[in-house]
């Protein structure tokens, strides 16, 4: 999505997470200096990861190499939509309400 590393600030591994008492790994977005949360998001598979700041998560089915799959299609338009928003927290909580679920 973004072979030249000029649109991403930076990108979160396992490595940067925080290990759970439940063996669950947890991305903390805190972790990041002179960024604020208002304009960070995080893209993950597994929605636990961003369990800390579930306002900044998009939740994205795994790729398994399927020419079929068009979720990275859908990622790119969503984040098009919302990229000049003053808090990208809103957009997304209007999209995956994360916070309240039904």
Not at 6 to 11: I, T
Not at 56 to 67: A, Q
Not at 77 to 85: A, G, K, Q, S, T
Request: glycine fraction near 2%.
């Amino acid at each position: 999505m973004d072979p030249k590393n000029e649109l991403f600030q930076h990108r979160l591994y396992r490595e940067s997470c925080i290990k759970t008492t439940d063996n669950v790994y947890v991305k903390d977005l805190r972790i990041i200096d002179n960024v604020e949360l208002k304009d960070m998001i995080l893209v993950d598979n597994a929605v636990w990861s961003f369990g800390d700041q579930l306002s900044n998560g998009i939740p994205i089915i795994p790729f398994k190499f399927d020419k079929t799959d068009e979720e990275f299609i859908y990622l790119k338009n969503f984040l098009r939509d919302i990229h000049e928003c003053p808090d990208l927290r809103e957009p997304l909580k209007a999209a995956f309400s994360l916070e309240n679920p039904s």
